[in-house]
């Protein structure tokens, strides 16, 4: 079974542009988590899908949005790009049992 | 509000060492408990998955418990070889998310394993 895949793996964007992230989950995971990581922060969750709905959301401003296809594939989206949001992109797919499986992320820089 | 704490931050052993990782949480009311395995710039790799009924896993060379009631897990990594060497993330599923999959992590154990 194939894993959880994430385009594009490395991204480079200047403050104020937008930018769209993919993620394909693990196929039947109907569940999709996006986290950010960088290095101050750690690992923070950004929000969840599931059935094409948004179920769960972290702390994060409203330039942060996402959505959910009827095949689970999910887009999030970061608008009006600051610094701050360079990081790695983290996508995760869950099983019925809840096990979390993560791809191998995006690298956003934003310069 | 549930916080994850990891320790040590940082860790070095010669090869064959049998090592021990610990995870405390603050808030009991978890459904589960999840430890990753991170190598520099990539994703997360699942290593174990405890849920909150149970006690301990094991898959080869690791072997998680889990103690609900006094907020810690530990991960036992048995005859510790090169390829060990990453960073081990605990994760937890708390309650108050509504059972819903959003996990709060620890900030990490980086693991070196010298020959």
């Known amino acids: 079974k194939a894993g959880v895949t994430q385009t594009p793996r490395y991204l480079i964007k200047t403050r104020g542009q937008q930018v769209t992230l993919s993620c394909s989950p693990i196929?039947?995971?109907?569940?999709v988590s996006w986290y950010q990581q960088t290095p101050g922060q750690g690992l923070q969750f950004l929000f969840e899908?599931?059935?094409?709905?948004?179920?769960n959301k972290g702390n994060f401003p409203g330039r942060f949005s996402g959505r959910q296809f009827s095949n689970s594939r999910s887009e999030m989206n970061v608008s009006t790009l600051e610094l701050g949001d360079s990081a790695l992109y983290l996508c995760?797919?869950?099983?019925?049992?809840?096990?979390?499986?993560f791809g191998p992320g995006t690298r956003l820089t934003v310069t | 509000k549930q916080e994850v704490t990891q320790i040590p931050a940082a860790l070095s052993v010669p090869e064959g060492e049998n090592l021990v990782l610990n995870c405390s949480f603050t808030?009991?009311?978890?459904?589960?408990l999840q430890w990753f395995r991170q190598d520099p710039g990539k994703g997360l790799t699942s290593l174990l998955l405890?849920?909150?009924?149970?006690r301990e896993q094991t898959s080869g060379r690791l072997n998680a418990s889990l103690d609900k009631s006094s907020g810690r897990s530990t991960l036992y990594i048995a005859a510790s070889q090169p390829g060990d060497s990453a960073t081990y993330l605990c994760?937890?599923?708390?309650?108050?998310?509504?059972?819903?999959?959003?996990?709060?992590f620890g900030a990490g154990t980086r693991l070196a394993v010298h020959p």
């Open positions: 808030d009991s009311a978890i459904y589960n």
């Open positions: 994760a937890v599923r708390p309650m108050f998310s509504g059972g819903y999959n959003k996990l709060i």
């Open positions: 196929s039947g995971h109907r569940s």
């Open positions: 899908y599931f059935s094409e709905t948004q179920r």
């Open positions: 405890i849920q909150s009924s149970q």
């Open positions: 995760a797919s869950s099983s019925q049992t809840n096990e979390q499986y």
